[in-house]
């Protein structure tokens, strides 16, 4: 199978400052520890499928400076890290696709695959699903229950010819963006495949669903 970089998009688990919607129902102290907790089962998982040498794993941190980022990547034990930056989250995908653009050329990797770290279900299955279907596809997508999705991947016919499409136009925030997302490839004949729904942990009730 084609490499592929794995984009973990994570945010620093600092109190009062991630997950907002979940710390009215928890708190903010319990909040920022189910960040923590999730996040560094997104990296397990993730870890544990770049053994097979199909995947580099880069973060994405948000809510640390460059020199925090490093400390807390180094401790989660990711070699590859990049600061979020400015702008909404499809701003956000677009520059790491820039920033790692010489990477990847570098590794010979020919898909890009970016996630979050809200899954507390996200198992390796998942990822190596995706590889596996990025060789007959160009686009895959993990729906999820918020009306967004979960996971994101994208082929080498889309990095070199279509990169702006699944980040124009996008309602960010609101259940139509994976609509949105789909909208923006209506016109064109790409393939693409859609992954199981999962459920993106915001607030308590999606605890409680997924339990």
């Given at each position: 199978?084609?490499?592929?970089?794995l984009?973990i998009?994570a945010k620093?688990?600092?109190?009062?400052r991630c997950?907002?919607?979940?710390?009215?129902?928890i708190?903010k102290?319990?909040?920022?520890k189910?960040?923590?907790?999730?996040t560094?089962?997104t990296i397990?998982?993730?870890?544990?499928?770049?053994?097979?040498k199909?995947i580099y794993?880069?973060?994405?941190?948000?809510?640390?400076?460059?020199g925090?980022c490093r400390?807390?990547?180094k401790?989660l034990?990711?070699e590859k890290f990049?600061?979020?930056?400015k702008?909404?989250?499809?701003?956000?995908?677009k520059?790491q696709?820039i920033?790692?653009?010489k990477f990847?050329?570098?590794?010979?990797?020919?898909?890009?695959?970016?996630?979050?770290t809200?899954?507390?279900?996200?198992c390796?299955?998942d990822?190596?699903?995706t590889l596996k279907?990025l060789?007959?596809n160009?686009l895959?997508?993990?729906p999820?229950?918020?009306?967004?999705?979960?996971?994101?991947?994208?082929?080498?016919?889309?990095?070199?010819?279509?990169?702006?499409l699944?980040?124009?136009n996008?309602?960010?925030?609101?259940?139509n963006v994976?609509?949105?997302?789909?909208?923006?490839f209506?016109?064109?004949?790409?393939n693409?495949?859609?992954?199981?729904?999962?459920?993106d942990i915001d607030r308590?009730i999606?605890i409680e669903n997924?339990?």
């Amino acid at each position: 199978m084609d490499k592929a970089l794995l984009i973990i998009m994570a945010k620093w688990h600092g109190y009062g400052r991630c997950k907002t919607r979940l710390s009215r129902d928890i708190g903010k102290n319990n909040s920022a520890k189910v960040q923590s907790v999730m996040t560094k089962h997104t990296i397990s998982v993730a870890k544990f499928v770049q053994e097979t040498k199909l995947i580099y794993i880069s973060l994405a941190i948000a809510g640390l400076g460059e020199g925090n980022c490093r400390r807390w990547s180094k401790e989660l034990g990711i070699e590859k890290f990049n600061l979020q930056g400015k702008g909404c989250l499809g701003e956000k995908m677009k520059r790491q696709i820039i920033i790692n653009k010489k990477f990847c050329a570098r590794h010979k990797i020919k898909n890009i695959i970016f996630i979050g770290t809200d899954l507390p279900n996200l198992c390796h299955q998942d990822l190596l699903n995706t590889l596996k279907e990025l060789q007959q596809n160009d686009l895959i997508l993990g729906p999820s229950n918020d009306g967004g999705y979960w996971l994101i991947g994208l082929s080498e016919k889309i990095m070199s010819s279509h990169v702006y499409l699944p980040f124009i136009n996008i309602r960010w925030g609101t259940e139509n963006v994976l609509q949105n997302t789909m909208d923006n490839f209506a016109s064109t004949k790409l393939n693409y495949k859609f992954l199981d729904k999962k459920i993106d942990i915001d607030r308590i009730i999606d605890i409680e669903n997924i339990m």
